[in-house]
């Protein structure tokens, strides 16, 4: 019997990385609905009652880039002093200025904005063919921002994390081995000491966020950590710095699989870093869905001002039903791979990309590359293949 543990983890919308993703990827968003052609790279940066937008925008859009920082801010729920970080108060300073004329002239000619390695996943682990554990450590997330916004456990703030250990059998999750909680809180479930939680608090968090998400695979063995340096009330940028595009494991796969390419939030669709890495999902979603194997990770490769793929790689882990080198053939055969045929294929002019930046890119209904309409095209290999 093979048994191994894997682990992931996810990050709550008022996690410091979190946050600035959100503002690069909602200045991205009202960009684009001015402007679909916009070229946009945004960077942002938080600390101690800072906010630093910049990078590299062309556009004939306005962008009032205070008043959208604030409304963010405002809703993910920095809207008191004692989290550490204040919409009302926090200075914001505006660095933008355009894209470098070296860059855009290979983008304009149907190239790709960059050189790069894209990764995509697919498993049949779960129902959204994501990995298990990086599907539960979003719902933990999820579960941790609703107790929280409904008064359930009125005391949380908006940052936090969490973590999951799942134990697998022959390549099959069987139970969940640990589970770790940081949730950030104010001073009234401190204990007498002043240093750390309530041992009731403590309990209250594992009751309210983890047992709805996990009763079903926790036993007497399971491990639970719960804000384990004893308090955790100076968060958000107060305690620490936050910038785009730092929890790249986070926003795919849990660390199953590898992470290609860069960073996604802030950047359209000419990067193939985020549409490179959103096709490759695409075309292994639709092989798994398709019945040609039960996982299967997609490489593709790009040049700088190159439209094609320098390269496209197919891995199945031995789970494949036909013969990878068919299955990659099928993909150039059904697949557009240059940028402007990615953008095209899944809508990428579109504003839909704030809503990625927390719980994750990939597993979530919505997305245009989650869908599995090639999954009949391709499944005539399997039936060819008999």
Same mark, same amino acid.
């Given at each position: 019997?093979?048994?191994?543990?894997?682990?992931?983890?996810?990050?709550?919308?008022?996690?410091?990385?979190?946050?600035?993703?959100?503002?690069?990827?909602?200045?991205?968003?009202?960009?684009?609905?001015?402007?679909?052609?916009?070229?946009?790279?945004?960077?942002?940066?938080?600390?101690?009652?800072?906010?630093?937008?910049?990078?590299?925008?062309?556009?004939?859009?306005?962008?009032?880039?205070?008043?959208?920082?604030?409304?963010?801010?405002?809703?993910?729920?920095?809207?008191?002093?004692?989290?550490?970080?204040?919409?009302?108060?926090?200075?914001?300073?505006?660095?933008?200025?355009?894209?470098?004329?070296?860059?855009?002239?290979?983008?304009?000619?149907?190239?790709?904005?960059?050189?790069?390695?894209?990764?995509?996943?697919?498993?049949?682990?779960?129902?959204?063919?994501?990995?298990?554990? &990086? /599907? $539960? =450590?979003? *719902?933990?997330?999820?579960?941790?921002?609703?107790?929280?916004? #409904?008064? !359930?456990?009125?005391?949380?703030?908006?940052?936090?994390?969490?973590?999951?250990?799942?134990?697998?059998?022959?390549?099959?999750?069987?139970?969940?081995?640990? &589970? /770790? $909680? =940081?949730? *950030?809180?104010?001073?009234?479930?401190?204990?007498?000491?002043? #240093?750390? !939680?309530?041992?009731?608090?403590?309990?209250?968090?594992?009751?309210?966020?983890?047992?709805?998400?996990?009763?079903?695979?926790?036993?007497?063995?399971?491990?639970?950590?719960?804000?384990?340096?004893?308090?955790?009330?100076?968060?958000?940028?107060?305690?620490?710095?936050?910038?785009?595009?730092?929890?790249?494991?986070?926003?795919?796969?849990?660390?199953?699989?590898?992470?290609?390419?860069?960073?996604?939030?802030?950047?359209?669709?000419?990067?193939?870093?985020?549409?490179?890495?959103?096709?490759?999902?695409?075309?292994?979603?639709?092989?798994?869905?398709?019945?040609?194997?039960?996982?299967?990770?997609?490489?593709?490769?790009?040049?700088?001002?190159?439209?094609?793929?320098?390269?496209?790689?197919?891995?199945?882990?031995?789970?494949?039903?036909?013969?990878?080198?068919?299955?990659?053939?099928?993909?150039?055969?059904?697949?557009?791979?240059?940028?402007?045929?990615?953008?095209?294929?899944?809508?990428?002019?579109?504003?839909?990309?704030?809503?990625?930046?927390?719980?994750?890119?990939?597993?979530?209904?919505?997305?245009?590359?989650?869908?599995?309409?090639?999954?009949?095209?391709?499944?005539?290999?399997?039936?060819?293949?008999?």
């Amino acid at each position: 019997m093979n048994t191994k543990f894997i682990t992931a983890e996810s990050v709550a919308p008022g996690h410091p990385d979190k946050l600035c993703d959100q503002i690069s990827d909602a200045i991205l968003d009202e960009v684009l609905k001015q402007d679909p052609n916009s070229r946009v790279g945004c960077e942002t940066f938080v600390t101690m009652g800072l906010i630093i937008v910049g990078g590299e925008i062309t556009t004939t859009a306005y962008v009032d880039i205070h008043k959208l920082v604030r409304d963010i801010l405002n809703d993910i729920g920095y809207t008191n002093p004692k989290y550490g970080f204040d919409f009302h108060t926090c200075a914001i300073l505006n660095a933008i200025h355009t894209q470098s004329p070296d860059i855009s002239q290979g983008v304009d000619a149907g190239g790709a904005g960059d050189q790069g390695v894209m990764l995509g996943y697919a498993t049949r682990e779960t129902s959204v063919l994501m990995p298990f554990p &990086v /599907v $539960l =450590a979003h *719902q933990l997330v999820k579960q941790m921002v609703k107790v929280r916004k #409904e008064g !359930i456990l009125g005391y949380l703030g908006p940052d936090g994390k969490s973590q999951v250990t799942v134990e697998y059998e022959n390549d099959q999750p069987k139970r969940i081995d640990a &589970v /770790v $909680l =940081a949730c *950030q809180h104010t001073e009234e479930i401190l204990d007498e000491t002043g #240093e750390k !939680i309530t041992k009731e608090a403590r309990q209250e968090i594992i009751d309210q966020i983890a047992k709805p998400v996990l009763e079903k695979w926790i036993d007497d063995r399971t491990k639970f950590y719960v804000n384990e340096t004893g308090k955790f009330v100076v968060g958000g940028p107060q305690s620490d710095t936050g910038m785009t595009g730092r929890k790249l494991i986070v926003d795919t796969y849990g660390g199953t699989v590898p992470h290609g390419g860069g960073a996604f939030s802030g950047k359209d669709s000419t990067k193939v870093d985020r549409s490179g890495a959103y096709m490759a999902r695409y075309i292994a979603k639709n092989i798994v869905a398709a019945g040609l194997a039960d996982k299967c990770l997609v490489q593709l490769a790009y040049a700088i001002g190159v439209a094609e793929p320098v390269s496209l790689m197919v891995d199945t882990f031995n789970t494949g039903k036909v013969d990878e080198e068919k299955i990659a053939q099928a993909v150039r055969e059904n697949f557009n791979l240059t940028p402007k045929g990615i953008i095209e294929t899944l809508g990428l002019r579109n504003p839909i990309f704030r809503k990625t930046a927390v719980f994750g890119h990939f597993g979530r209904d919505g997305f245009p590359w989650e869908k599995t309409d090639k999954a009949e095209i391709l499944g005539k290999l399997l039936a060819n293949s008999r």
